[in-house]
């Protein structure tokens, strides 16, 4: 055969070729003999793996290798588009090279049409041939029939994606008879992956932000990489795979490139025409797309722009009874699930759902509740949702109970305090126009589903269903479990921090509390939230409640610095930055507590109070009078913080040096303070002076008892008026001094100084 004749036809395929690229190569080769066969570049490692391990008996070509002017016949199978060829693309254009062409994807405007072409819709393209195959009765080997058989499998996800066809099954099914061998089909598709794509797996689930677009759970997962790897698609299809989501797309920043890869399970949410938005392509379930000299933030605002565009509504969010949605994950909690919840919670929990079944109402725990319950967390703040007339719902359970009940009409909701104090809140979920099957427990109303959607964060929507025939069903439509398993904070919207603001101090306090991270979508649209100012839409109220919360965490510390770090702190007042001194004293702060609060023998104090004072530590008292004011601050909480408006660094100074010091001359200075404050100057102090006055005066001076009472000054012979207190402050001098010890001692004072 001449030089001529050897490249005269060709055989190829997409760019990074697949195993439905691979096998429909070899099955063309069987209608064109004299074919060589090409790839335009390195195809994808499953690809190679397979051709290292089973295709000895293939011969591939690099494009290189190829004397292009030679070539007279070009057979494109697995693609139609000219820029997915590489360098072969320039012999689509050339005169004289006749083009054959053999495709199951979907027509776009960008496809090249041949001199002769084979499209069908099938899931591969290696099934639209091996009908040509069989029509033409060509005979096929064994190790030909595995081959093909895997391009089938790997292209319709083992003949489960929507795009699988009869013909695909026929396909398989006379491969198999040929000899097909599924064992090494079954390798292929589950190789297991290799470290680096392994660490690259493990980005892009970490950046995981999932969003509702018309109803529909979508999933984008990002990451940047130094080097690059062929074998990326394979990983956005297992992220679809683990994750319960509708649509996953990644995107990879590969040096200088981002390939964008997305996957579907449903028809509503055609990938392949949103990476043709990005200039690439692919089927309606599994597309990809690669983008040059692009930022990954950029690509990825046009990827949320594009999906707004491109995906339809899911029929599921019309609330109709036909689409009473199954949640995503319903499972029944188990026994040691409910460790944490005391015993007669327990029993109330049941009781509750007991007497909704009896009112044929659907009864959930819901809210924080749940999260903690999840988390192996005590958390006694019922949070209840009824599916129907939660007014006399809540009668009921007052009388039960015998409970204080407060019913709020125009919300439907209803708060009820038992009498050993426990509180419940209780919301109804509004009942629907229609009836529902009351035997289907397996369906949860939409109504429930309705006052979940409303809520902050995944870890906050979650319920639990109470009536005795569910007890203990986990409903969790928007994967908040997956989010406590991850450590991610998570809204459920778009809109979420503009709609409620109060949620951005939240998202950062379930963040530092559990030590847990916004997903990087929340962070952003919380970033854009505070960038808008939207927290000065709330009132001072709101915003000084919200501050309280935050600052009663058991270390707020880096829930501060994070609010410093994100600019909210500032917002809230300009002056309000937070310095290393300040930030130093925040976190001394639990150690202070630990050490004094037994010590303090059940003395009660406001922790917030004192991470306050270590926040305001640096202000001037101007600035201090002014935050009090603006956020309406209780008179208690403003005298409390009130010794800061005073030189209170000069207090410090004098009772820092190491000249003695009377008892009395300290207790003098410190009067006025706050056991906040003290409990403040304690965390502040370094100087040991400082130190032990602070801690005499606390657990000595402060609290001493005097020896005297107004009746001994009575019957000294002294004439009750201001007089009394003079005296009372004198024996306290005395006694605190160590010169009067007991009551004798003190009469015998007064006696004295009085004769
Ligand atoms: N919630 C919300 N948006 C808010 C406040 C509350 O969606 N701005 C919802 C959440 O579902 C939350 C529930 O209402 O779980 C109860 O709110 P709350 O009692 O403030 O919070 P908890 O979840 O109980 O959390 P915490 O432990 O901080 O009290």
């Given at each position: 055969m001449s030089e001529i004749q050897e490249f005269s036809e060709l055989i190829v395929s997409h760019s990074n070729a697949d195993m439905d690229s691979l096998a429909a190569m070899a099955a063309a080769n069987k209608l064109y003999p004299a074919a060589k066969l090409v790839f335009p570049d390195s195809p994808d490692s499953s690809v190679q793996e397979f051709i290292t391990l089973?295709?000895?008996?293939l011969h591939i070509y690099q494009t290189?290798?190829?004397?292009?002017?030679?070539?007279k016949k070009l057979i494109i199978v697995?693609?139609?588009?000219?820029?997915?060829?590489?360098?072969?693309?320039e012999l689509t254009e050339k005169q004289g090279v006749e083009i054959h062409v053999y495709d199951h994807h979907p027509t776009t405007y960008r496809d090249i049409v041949g001199d002769y072409n084979y499209i069908k819709q099938a899931g591969s393209t290696t099934t639209i041939l091996m009908e040509l195959i069989r029509e033409k009765n060509l005979p096929i080997a064994t190790y030909e029939a595995t081959l093909f058989l895997t391009g089938i499998y790997v292209d319709t996800g083992s003949l489960s994606f929507?795009?699988?066809?009869p013909a695909d099954l026929n396909a398989a099914a006379w491969l198999l008879e040929k000899g097909g061998d599924l064992k090494i089909v079954s390798d292929i598709l589950n190789r297991p992956l290799s470290p680096l794509q392994r660490d690259l797996l493990k980005e892009l689930i970490l950046s995981g932000s999932f969003s509702q677009i018309e109803g529909h759970e979508i999933l984008i997962t990002k990451a940047s990489i130094p080097y690059y790897t062929s074998d990326v698609s394979l990983l956005t299809q297992r992220i679809l795979d683990l994750e319960k989501v509708h649509a996953v797309f990644s995107l990879i920043q590969m040096q200088k490139k981002i390939f964008l890869i997305g996957r579907s399970?449903?028809?509503?949410?055609d990938v392949s025409e949103i990476c043709e938005e990005f200039g690439g392509g692919g089927h309606q379930t599994a597309a990809s797309a690669s983008l040059k000299g692009e930022n990954l933030e950029k690509v990825e605002e046009k990827l949320i722009h594009v999906l707004k565009q491109k995906i339809k509504p899911s029929?599921?969010?019309?609330?109709t009874p036909q689409n009473l949605q199954k949640p995503i994950l319903t499972v029944t909690l188990k026994i040691e699930d409910w460790r944490k919840v005391p015993e007669e919670i327990l029993k109330l929990l049941k009781k509750t759902g007991e007497i909704a079944a009896e009112q044929n109402l659907n009864l959930f725990a819901a809210g924080g509740f749940v999260r903690d319950l999840l988390l192996g967390i005590k958390n006694l703040d019922l949070d209840l949702v009824v599916e129907g007339d939660s007014i006399s719902f809540s009668k009921k359970l007052a009388e039960t109970f015998n409970a204080h009940l407060k019913i709020h009409e125009p919300f439907k909701t209803a708060v009820l305090i038992l009498p050993d104090r426990l509180r419940i809140d209780l919301a109804a979920a509004r009942a629907e126009s229609y009836a529902r099957p009351?035997?289907?427990?397996e369906v949860v109303g939409t109504t429930l589903k309705q006052d979940l959607t409303r809520r902050d964060f995944t870890i906050n929507a979650m319920a639990v269903k109470?009536?005795?025939?569910?007890?203990?069903?986990l409903i969790d439509f928007f994967g908040g479990q997956r989010d406590l398993q991850h450590g991610m904070i998570r809204v459920?919207?778009?809109?979420s921090f503009s709609d409620d603001p109060t949620r951005i101090f939240r998202a950062v306090r379930y963040e530092q509390r559990y030590g847990f991270r916004m997903d990087p979508h929340t962070e952003k649209l919380l970033k854009e939230g505070v960038q808008s100012k939207v927290?000065?839409?709330?009132s001072s109220d709101r915003i000084r409640n919200e501050m309280i919360l935050l600052l009663s965490e058991k270390n707020p510390a880096p829930a501060i610095q994070r609010m410093g770090k994100l600019k909210i702190l500032q917002l809230l007042h300009p002056s309000l930055k937070l310095s290393g001194t300040t930030l130093q004293l925040l976190e001394q702060i639990p150690e202070t507590f630990t050490h004094y609060t037994e010590k303090l023998q059940g003395e009660k104090f406001d922790p917030w109070i004192v991470y306050a004072l270590a926040l305001f530590s640096e202000l001037t008292s101007s600035e201090i009078e002014e935050l009090l004011i603006k956020y309406r601050f209780t008179l208690k909480a403003s005298q409390k913080v009130?010794?800061?408006?005073?030189n209170w660094h000069l207090l410090i100074h004098e009772l820092s040096h190491s000249d003695p010091m009377e008892p009395s001359e300290i207790s003098k200075k410190m009067q006025g303070i706050s056991l906040e404050g003290i409990l403040f100057f304690m965390a502040y102090s370094k100087n040991p002076f400082l130190k032990e006055r602070l801690e005499q005066y606390l657990l000595?001076?402060?609290n001493a008892k005097l020896l005297i009472s107004g009746e001994d000054l009575k019957k000294i012979g002294l004439k009750p008026g201001p007089v009394y207190r003079e005296w009372f402050e004198k024996v306290k001098k005395e006694q605190l001094d160590g010169n009067l010890q007991t009551r004798e001692q003190a009469l015998e004072f007064l006696r004295r100084s009085l004769s």
């Amino acid at each position: 055969m001449s030089e001529i004749q050897e490249f005269s036809e060709l055989i190829v395929s997409h760019s990074n070729a697949d195993m439905d690229s691979l096998a429909a190569m070899a099955a063309a080769n069987k209608l064109y003999p004299a074919a060589k066969l090409v790839f335009p570049d390195s195809p994808d490692s499953s690809v190679q793996e397979f051709i290292t391990l089973h295709g000895g008996w293939l011969h591939i070509y690099q494009t290189k290798e190829i004397p292009l002017e030679k070539v007279k016949k070009l057979i494109i199978v697995d693609t139609r588009e000219a820029r997915r060829l590489g360098d072969l693309r320039e012999l689509t254009e050339k005169q004289g090279v006749e083009i054959h062409v053999y495709d199951h994807h979907p027509t776009t405007y960008r496809d090249i049409v041949g001199d002769y072409n084979y499209i069908k819709q099938a899931g591969s393209t290696t099934t639209i041939l091996m009908e040509l195959i069989r029509e033409k009765n060509l005979p096929i080997a064994t190790y030909e029939a595995t081959l093909f058989l895997t391009g089938i499998y790997v292209d319709t996800g083992s003949l489960s994606f929507p795009t699988t066809t009869p013909a695909d099954l026929n396909a398989a099914a006379w491969l198999l008879e040929k000899g097909g061998d599924l064992k090494i089909v079954s390798d292929i598709l589950n190789r297991p992956l290799s470290p680096l794509q392994r660490d690259l797996l493990k980005e892009l689930i970490l950046s995981g932000s999932f969003s509702q677009i018309e109803g529909h759970e979508i999933l984008i997962t990002k990451a940047s990489i130094p080097y690059y790897t062929s074998d990326v698609s394979l990983l956005t299809q297992r992220i679809l795979d683990l994750e319960k989501v509708h649509a996953v797309f990644s995107l990879i920043q590969m040096q200088k490139k981002i390939f964008l890869i997305g996957r579907s399970t449903l028809s509503a949410i055609d990938v392949s025409e949103i990476c043709e938005e990005f200039g690439g392509g692919g089927h309606q379930t599994a597309a990809s797309a690669s983008l040059k000299g692009e930022n990954l933030e950029k690509v990825e605002e046009k990827l949320i722009h594009v999906l707004k565009q491109k995906i339809k509504p899911s029929l599921m969010t019309q609330n109709t009874p036909q689409n009473l949605q199954k949640p995503i994950l319903t499972v029944t909690l188990k026994i040691e699930d409910w460790r944490k919840v005391p015993e007669e919670i327990l029993k109330l929990l049941k009781k509750t759902g007991e007497i909704a079944a009896e009112q044929n109402l659907n009864l959930f725990a819901a809210g924080g509740f749940v999260r903690d319950l999840l988390l192996g967390i005590k958390n006694l703040d019922l949070d209840l949702v009824v599916e129907g007339d939660s007014i006399s719902f809540s009668k009921k359970l007052a009388e039960t109970f015998n409970a204080h009940l407060k019913i709020h009409e125009p919300f439907k909701t209803a708060v009820l305090i038992l009498p050993d104090r426990l509180r419940i809140d209780l919301a109804a979920a509004r009942a629907e126009s229609y009836a529902r099957p009351a035997a289907l427990p397996e369906v949860v109303g939409t109504t429930l589903k309705q006052d979940l959607t409303r809520r902050d964060f995944t870890i906050n929507a979650m319920a639990v269903k109470l009536n005795p025939n569910d007890f203990g069903k986990l409903i969790d439509f928007f994967g908040g479990q997956r989010d406590l398993q991850h450590g991610m904070i998570r809204v459920l919207h778009n809109s979420s921090f503009s709609d409620d603001p109060t949620r951005i101090f939240r998202a950062v306090r379930y963040e530092q509390r559990y030590g847990f991270r916004m997903d990087p979508h929340t962070e952003k649209l919380l970033k854009e939230g505070v960038q808008s100012k939207v927290i000065l839409k709330l009132s001072s109220d709101r915003i000084r409640n919200e501050m309280i919360l935050l600052l009663s965490e058991k270390n707020p510390a880096p829930a501060i610095q994070r609010m410093g770090k994100l600019k909210i702190l500032q917002l809230l007042h300009p002056s309000l930055k937070l310095s290393g001194t300040t930030l130093q004293l925040l976190e001394q702060i639990p150690e202070t507590f630990t050490h004094y609060t037994e010590k303090l023998q059940g003395e009660k104090f406001d922790p917030w109070i004192v991470y306050a004072l270590a926040l305001f530590s640096e202000l001037t008292s101007s600035e201090i009078e002014e935050l009090l004011i603006k956020y309406r601050f209780t008179l208690k909480a403003s005298q409390k913080v009130g010794f800061m408006k005073t030189n209170w660094h000069l207090l410090i100074h004098e009772l820092s040096h190491s000249d003695p010091m009377e008892p009395s001359e300290i207790s003098k200075k410190m009067q006025g303070i706050s056991l906040e404050g003290i409990l403040f100057f304690m965390a502040y102090s370094k100087n040991p002076f400082l130190k032990e006055r602070l801690e005499q005066y606390l657990l000595k001076y402060k609290n001493a008892k005097l020896l005297i009472s107004g009746e001994d000054l009575k019957k000294i012979g002294l004439k009750p008026g201001p007089v009394y207190r003079e005296w009372f402050e004198k024996v306290k001098k005395e006694q605190l001094d160590g010169n009067l010890q007991t009551r004798e001692q003190a009469l015998e004072f007064l006696r004295r100084s009085l004769s």
